[in-house]
């Protein structure tokens, strides 16, 4: 609407509002959020002339387009968040299970290495941090099986070295009694060599 009056305050001419009908107030900010039905915001301007007031000129702008023209972009704007959140979080997911499907691998070798088996298949490697953790758990797999290698060997090593001394401890004990016995046969006949002596 669109209202003209005089510097007494006395309607002079309007455009869209009810003839004898007092005008609204003045709003004194801007907000889409007024109760007013539709919604319109009502301002006044001074008609000035030759710097005196000669009346004002007051109107009200229909917010009703821009009343739903903002529900409309709220609308879009969770629309698209709700978008943009289910995105994220098959996105996450995506990444949660690739991330725990390595560490699962990393687990169940962890466990097959500490029931023994000492050369699980290499896990997979990589760049981000799970791939270093696989690398260099495949190290230390390596490593370990290097070892208990070392360790059998060694072991192998020790047995074949304590049946050595084992055979050689016999053969010391075979040769001791040989020689205590010989030991005995020359005491006996020196003895009766002596006996045979005295005799004389």
Known sequence: YLAVTDAAGA???????????????????????????????????????????????????????????????????????????????????GIGHLITRQLSVLTTASLAVAKGQLTPAPVAEGEDDVGRLGAAFNTMSRAIAERVEQLTQASEETARIAKSLQERNTQLEHSHTALDTENRMRTDAQRELEVALGHI
């Open 11 to 93: 309607i002079v001419a309007t455009s869209g509002w009810p003839a004898g009908k007092a005008l609204p107030q003045i709003d004194a900010v801007f907000s889409l959020d007024d109760d007013d039905n539709p919604p319109r915001y009502d301002l006044a301007l001074p008609i000035q002339l030759a710097g005196q007031t000669l009346g004002r000129l007051q109107l009200g702008l229909d917010l009703s387009r821009i009343v739903v023209a903002r529900g409309n972009l709220l609308e879009q704007g969770l629309m698209i968040a709700s978008g943009e959140m289910l995105l994220s979080l098959g996105l996450l997911l």
